[in-house]
């Protein structure tokens, strides 16, 4: 079993539409969680991270969080064609230090 | 502005002929590390510094160095590439090394050892 996991995708949305975005992980002791978009060839760009269960909103983006079933999610508001790319999830291990592994990411595709 | 520098951004070479990969950041930043990019497989972590002089091994570090004399700068050394280090290579760094610091990125180097 994969540390973190993601749907490869690709996932579909309409522009305008929400699209959402899941990964689980294994590790119970993770302590914090990350999502990062990356369009092909560029790096990883920070989004949104989040430390507690519940939801945290960022404009279009939310992030939701559930340390009980191990999964956090991304939901991505009015979908623009320009929110196409690949996001991945990334989880901190509760090391007590800096240890992030991520998920190979899911790709996202919003037609005009 | 803040930044995350790597260079070179492209490089093509051959079996063994030592490289190194610079990366250097403004925002003295305590930790840094790099990584490798490679499909179906994500990001790894080669190696990380949590502060000057202090390096440790990430997931997959062998056939790698690295260094960290200064704040700012975190090279990536290859001694004898072989073609299975053929990736794309990220840098990045955090304020600290402690949990849950987001990690900022450099633009990524591709390297293709033939």
């Known amino acids: 079993q994969k540390e973190v996991e993601q749907n490869s995708g690709p996932l579909s949305v309409p522009e305008g539409a929400i699209a959402s975005l899941n990964c689980t992980y294994s590790?119970?002791?993770?302590?914090?969680f990350f999502w990062y978009r990356q369009y092909s060839g560029k790096s990883p760009e920070l989004i949104m991270f989040i430390y507690s269960n519940g939801d945290k909103e960022d404009g279009r983006f939310t992030a939701q969080l559930n340390k009980a079933s191990q999964y956090v999610s991304l939901l991505i508001r009015d979908s623009q064609p320009s929110d196409s790319a690949t996001y991945l999830c990334?989880?901190?291990?509760?090391?007590?230090?800096?240890?992030?592994?991520f998920g190979t990411g899911t790709r996202l595709l919003v037609s005009p | 502005e803040a930044q995350v520098t790597q260079n070179p951004r492209y490089l093509i070479t051959v079996t063994g002929k030592k490289l190194t990969v610079t990366c250097s950041q403004n925002m003295n930043h305590e930790y840094m590390s790099w990584y490798r990019q490679d499909p179906g497989l994500g990001l790894r972590q080669i190696y990380y510094?949590?502060?000057?002089?202090?390096?440790d091994k990430g997931d997959v570090p062998e056939g790698y160095k690295v260094s960290r004399k200064e704040k700012r700068n975190f090279p990536l050394i290859l001694e004898s590439p072989s073609p299975n280090q053929t990736s794309l290579y990220f840098c990045?760094?955090?304020?600290?090394?402690?949990?849950?610091?987001?990690?900022?990125f450099g633009d990524g180097t591709r390297l293709s050892i033939l």
């Open positions: 510094s949590m502060n000057v002089e202090v390096t």
């Open positions: 590790d119970r002791g993770s302590q914090s």
């Open positions: 990045a760094s955090s304020r600290t090394g402690g949990v849950g610091q987001p990690q900022h």
């Open positions: 990334a989880v901190n291990h509760g090391t007590g230090f800096q240890k992030l592994v």
